[in-house]
């Protein structure tokens, strides 16, 4: 039952096979078992999460029923969540109990799926590897030496691990694509402002973005099925009409162009990830898709950009964190400038400190115009880039990451190579596109790799329908980690 996708599992719970309250005590007892080892989950309330697995079982008996009633879920721990501590993983927020929830946490609460607990993440979403949390770093479960990714590591982990059936996670440069494809499962990030971020801590406003991480696409399908949607809490939220993302995931895929980009090819990619990458595009030429070649031609402009624009609005969305209005307050100090000093050198860690200096630089007098405004104006270039590139493709297909999964330890003491962990998926934010990582494969060291999938805007049906019709003839998104 644990390795089940959702509408096996919805089915079962239906038919009274299983009832919630065991299907979650499953889940429960497998995260007592493995997450000393994992690190995966930081919060659980069991007593919570079994109340609710007994509403979804009442609801199922009333036949009141959602296909998601019952089904337990990880969420990141940013997501806002009444009752609970929200914490980012970080000091400064560590006492934090949210007193409302996260629109998706509503979302996920109204159809009655079960909430298992908070997953680990790098602190305030800014990492590419799970190892700047409060917390301790989490592990990948197909290699414990190995990062899981990040930021979302923790909910990568608890899917791959079969610790949950399916996970929350957050994307502002690539946070829920990389982590899928390190640990070997199926994610999207929707283009931007389809999914409400009303009780998401901010960390890049204009480019986080809150998504499904799950075994299957059809379970990304499911997820996003009320996840998705108009919230007027949320000033960026898109008002469109809701759509039905499982309709689409038999549709024949013949005749689709799939854009390759040259760009994403380069030396810089391993030989390994490389070949997966080729292979997968063969068996979807099988399918009956065609191949096109396409340019992105100010690609390469993307990490400086980001490394601007991201840490620009990082400084802005953490100014609140003073130890007066939010946070962690120093217990020693002179007076009120000690007493912000303090608060905030004592609250956050080094990564995310990094970051507020740099955006602080960049948004000063004198600089704005040097840094700031011409990051943007790449953004725009970037931006028509693709959609140049999907006048002659239907979709991109490209790679997730250069590598696969490193070791725990290997590039913290290089931010440069750190960063360019998400050179491939970067842009997708800077320009609000949907954008997937699909199980491609596995190396020869038996680490899994993923393929990237790129849509123009509001394309997220025929994502799903490349990715299922994909899982539909390989079994890589099937397999599990042994632990």
Not at 469 to 483: E, G
């Amino acid at each position: 039952m644990i390795n089940a996708t959702l509408r096996t599992l919805s089915e079962n719970l239906a038919h009274k096979t299983i009832s919630s309250v065991e299907l979650t005590e499953m889940f429960l007892k497998r995260i007592d078992d493995l997450n000393p080892i994992l690190n995966a989950f930081i919060a659980l309330d069991k007593e919570k999460t079994q109340q609710a697995a007994k509403s979804a079982d009442l609801r199922l008996s009333k036949g009141q029923q959602h296909a998601l009633t019952g089904i337990p879920i990880a969420i990141k721990d940013l997501f806002c969540h009444q009752g609970w501590k929200t914490t980012c993983c970080s000091k400064i927020l560590k006492n934090f109990v949210s007193p409302y929830s996260a629109h998706v946490v509503e979302q996920c609460q109204n159809v009655g799926m079960v909430i298992l607990g908070h997953t680990n993440m790098d602190e305030f979403a800014m990492g590419s590897s799970n190892e700047y949390s409060c917390y301790g770093p989490v592990k990948n479960p197909w290699h414990v030496d190995c990062t899981p990714g990040g930021s979302s590591g923790g909910s990568a982990a608890s899917v791959a691990a079969r610790l949950a059936p399916v996970a929350l996670g957050t994307d502002t440069g690539g946070s829920i694509r990389q982590p899928a494809s390190f640990c070997g499962i199926t994610s999207i990030k929707p283009t931007y402002g389809m999914v409400s971020r009303f009780g998401m801590v901010a960390f890049a406003s204009s480019l986080d973005q809150c998504g499904p991480m799950a075994k299957t696409a059809e379970d990304c399908a499911l997820l996003l099925n009320i996840l998705a949607g108009f919230d007027e809490r949320d000033a960026t939220s898109i008002l469109r009409a809701k759509e039905d993302y499982t309709r689409n995931l038999n549709a024949s895929i013949e005749g689709l162009r799939i854009g390759l980009p040259k760009e994403y090819f380069s030396n810089a990619l391993d030989t390994q990830v490389a070949s997966l990458i080729k292979k997968t595009v063969a068996i979807l030429n099988q399918l009956g898709a065609k191949t096109v070649d396409v340019s992105l031609p100010n690609i390469d402009l993307s990490i400086p950009a980001y490394y601007v624009i991201a840490p620009a609005e990082a400084s802005a969305n953490l100014a609140r964190y003073d130890g007066i209005r939010f946070g962690h307050r120093a217990h020693d100090y002179e007076d009120l400038t000690e007493l912000y000093e303090k608060s905030r050198a004592e609250g956050f860690g080094k990564e995310v400190k990094q970051r507020i200096l740099i955006g602080t630089y960049v948004l000063s007098h004198g600089y704005y115009d040097a840094y700031y405004l011409k990051a943007q104006k790449i953004r725009r270039l970037i931006a028509e880039d693709f959609q140049q590139a999907f006048k002659v493709c239907d979709v991109i297909a490209a790679p997730v990451t250069p590598t696969t999964a490193f070791r725990l330890g290997e590039k913290q003491n290089d931010p440069i190579q750190m960063y360019l962990s998400d050179m491939y998926t970067i842009a997708v934010n800077l320009a609000g596109l949907p954008g997937m990582s699909v199980p491609s494969g596995f190396t020869d060291e038996a680490m899994p790799a993923g393929i990237q999938l790129i849509g123009s805007y509001f394309s997220e049906s025929r994502l799903l329908n490349v990715a299922h019709r994909l899982q539909q003839v390989t079994d890589w998104h099937h397999r599990m980690p042994h632990l």
